[in-house]
């Protein structure tokens, strides 16, 4: 079964920026991939997500500082984070949908001066 991989994580500082990659082992076919997040005690969330064609959405929280790229033809997206805020922190998920595969172990950004 294709796994997610997700890198690129790490410490930062408010203001500085990271860009996450998510790998995939095998082919995608055509799906939606999407960016997650979950901070600690907190539900799962999604941040950022790119159709086959290109269209891109964002959660209101990182409009405007957080761009998605790649898409699941060249099974790798990207999630190139500015700006980021203690608020960020969180692990971060990639996934696809539809038929969601299983999680992976998602990449670590810590947002603290």
């Known amino acids: 079964q294709v796994q997610l991989v997700e890198s690129g994580g790490g410490l930062v500082q408010p203001g500085g920026s990271l860009r996450l990659t998510c790998a995939a082992s095998?082919?995608?076919?055509?799906?939606?991939m999407v960016w997650y997040r979950q901070a600690p005690g907190k539900l799962r969330e999604h941040v950022a997500s790119?159709?086959?064609?290109?269209?891109?959405t964002y959660a209101g929280s990182v409009k405007g500082r957080f761009t998605i790229s790649g898409g699941s033809a060249p099974n790798t997206v990207y999630l190139q984070m500015n700006s980021l805020q203690p608020e960020d922190t969180a692990v971060y998920y990639c996934?696809?949908?539809?038929?969601?595969?299983?999680w992976g172990q998602g990449t670590q950004v810590t947002v603290a001066s």
């Open positions: 790119v159709s086959p064609a290109g269209t891109t």
């Open positions: 095998g082919n995608l076919g055509l799906a939606v």
């Open positions: 996934n696809k949908l539809p038929n969601p595969l299983p």
